[in-house]
């Protein structure tokens, strides 16, 4: 399938990201020149002026590249995807952070994989040569690495990293997918990459490195760990 038929929905969900969604934006454009693509922005309500500077960025870009599509509070990650995708007019969804720890350099290898292999889903990896961590105290990469190895072991889903938020989706495939989970907040990706691999999707990998966020602080905390281990449980009884 040629790249030039090809219509890219880049969903970025967002919650105070006024000191990012610039950059990214502008990160995005730079690096997908040859590309059809339109940028959703699902923000939840943000007090900090979000809203403002994506209205700033359409006017810049285009009404028509921007959308800008926000919901009144925090919802949830799983939701903000749903929502986006009622608005998505590609036929490939792409879904990325905000944060900055997705950078959009790596958007042209995911749609080459994609190309290459006619996968449904692209998926950025940091546990395969050429993928990492930056910016994270071994606590946390322990954490992660651990929480994974936990996942792969009773799971067995066939991917390398289940957690991880940067993917390319053929629209029908997310919209299938999306339609099976109920898990909210970080342990919808995991739902999402199991379920897939369970209904017997192609899905392919690339390296990444995840970058710790640059401003703002990190949404991850103890709850969130704790239904990280409620929702492995939960997939291993379901899936």
């Known amino acids: 399938m040629d790249v030039a038929k090809n219509k890219y929905s880049i969903i970025v969900p967002t919650y105070n990201e006024r000191l990012n969604i610039a950059l990214i934006v502008y990160l995005i454009f730079k690096h997908l020149r040859d590309v059809d693509f339109e940028i959703i922005v699902v923000d939840d309500g943000s007090p900090d002026g979000t809203q403002e500077v994506v209205k700033q960025l359409q006017n810049l870009y285009g009404e028509d590249r921007i959308l800008l599509r926000?919901?009144?509070?925090k919802l949830g990650l799983g939701t903000a995807y749903i929502h986006g995708l009622k608005h998505a007019s590609g036929?490939?969804?792409?879904?990325?952070d905000a944060d900055l720890s997705h950078h959009p350099k790596y958007l042209p290898n995911f749609i080459k994989k994609q190309l290459e292999t006619g996968a449904s889903i692209v998926t950025g990896?940091?546990?395969v040569t050429g993928g990492g961590v930056h910016g994270w105290n071994l606590m946390r990469k322990l954490t992660s690495r651990g929480a994974n190895v936990l996942a792969q072991t009773l799971l067995w889903p066939g991917v390398s990293d289940l957690t991880g938020s940067f993917r390319l989706y053929k629209k029908s495939v997310l919209e299938d997918v999306i339609s099976c989970c109920v898990s909210k907040g970080?342990?919808?990706q995991m739902e999402m990459i199991v379920r897939a691999s369970r209904k017997g999707y192609h899905i392919e990998e690339v390296p990444i490195t995840f970058v710790d966020r640059v401003f703002g602080s990190s949404?991850?905390?103890g709850s969130e760990i704790v239904?990280?281990?409620k929702g492995l449980v939960y997939l291993m009884i379901t899936t």
């Open 91 to 96: 036929n490939f969804v792409v879904i990325m």
């Open 219 to 221: 949404k991850l905390g």
């Open 70 to 73: 926000p919901r009144a509070k």
């Open 125 to 127: 990896t940091r546990y």
């Open 227 to 229: 239904e990280y281990l």
């Open 186 to 188: 970080y342990v919808f």
